[in-house]
């Protein structure tokens, strides 16, 4: 069973409305930490938002925001106001517990801001 | 200026022929890791390391070799590469686990077995 699930293939959203891509991830261990990352087509990964899974508040960094349901295990990226430089692929990926620290990557949602 | 590099950047070899992809970081990180990225499949982590002389085997670690003999070095290697391997590497690296927020990524290595 995947442990990092990204529904969303591809989305096109208009520029300036907000967007949702969602996640949903699997795991037994109550410690475990949530990213989001961003790789435009020049193809560098760059770190967008974390969540720790005893973080009491949903982590927000500017214009991103992380809509954390524990019960769920849904970690969806919210970029409020999209502009067209958010065109990109976007990877949510876990870290699992103290111990173990394999981080695993969904399959990536790329997003195609419209002017 | 804090970076990870890595070396070569674009790489084609053939069937067989032993490579090593470099990696380098500057921020005194004890963690790093490599990952391959395939169409369709996200990124997938090969392997990481803890520490010095510490790694450990990601998802992906079939016909790939580390070593961390140094903190800031933690070279890929492909000792009898095969077509399949080819893939975008990337190399990351953070603070200790428990603290970290992010991982510092490489640009990338593009690399074609034939």
């Known amino acids: 069973a995947q442990k990092i699930t990204q529904t969303q293939p591809g989305m096109f959203v208009q520029e300036k409305e907000a967007v949702t891509l969602d996640c949903t991830y699997d795991?037994?261990?109550?410690?475990?930490?949530l990213f989001w990352y961003k790789q435009p087509s020049s193809g560098e990964m760059i770190f967008l938002i974390y969540q720790g899974s005893y973080d009491q508040q949903n982590a927000t960094e500017g214009r991103y925001s992380l809509n954390f349901q524990k019960a769920r295990k849904s970690a969806n990226l919210v970029i409020s106001a999209s502009q067209l430089g958010d065109s990109a692929m976007y990877f949510c990926a876990m870290r699992e517990g103290d111990r173990d620290d394999k981080i695993i990557f969904g399959k990536g949602t790329r997003l195609h801001i419209l002017p | 200026e804090a970076q990870v590099t890595q070396n070569p950047r674009y790489l084609i070899t053939v069937t067989g022929k032993k490579l090593t992809v470099t990696c380098s970081q500057n921020?005194?990180?004890?963690?790093m890791s490599w990952y391959r990225q395939d169409p369709g499949l996200g990124l997938r982590q090969i392997y990481y390391s803890m520490n010095v002389e510490v790694t450990d085997k990601g998802d992906v670690p079939e016909g790939y070799k580390v070593s961390r003999k140094e903190k800031r070095n933690f070279p890929l290697i492909l000792e009898s590469p095969s077509p399949n391997q080819t893939s975008l590497y990337f190399c990351a690296s953070s603070p200790i686990p428990r603290e970290y927020r992010a991982q510092y990524f490489g640009p990338g290595t593009r690399l074609l077995v034939l």
């Open positions: 921020m005194n990180h004890e963690y």
């Open positions: 795991t037994s261990d109550p410690s475990y930490g």
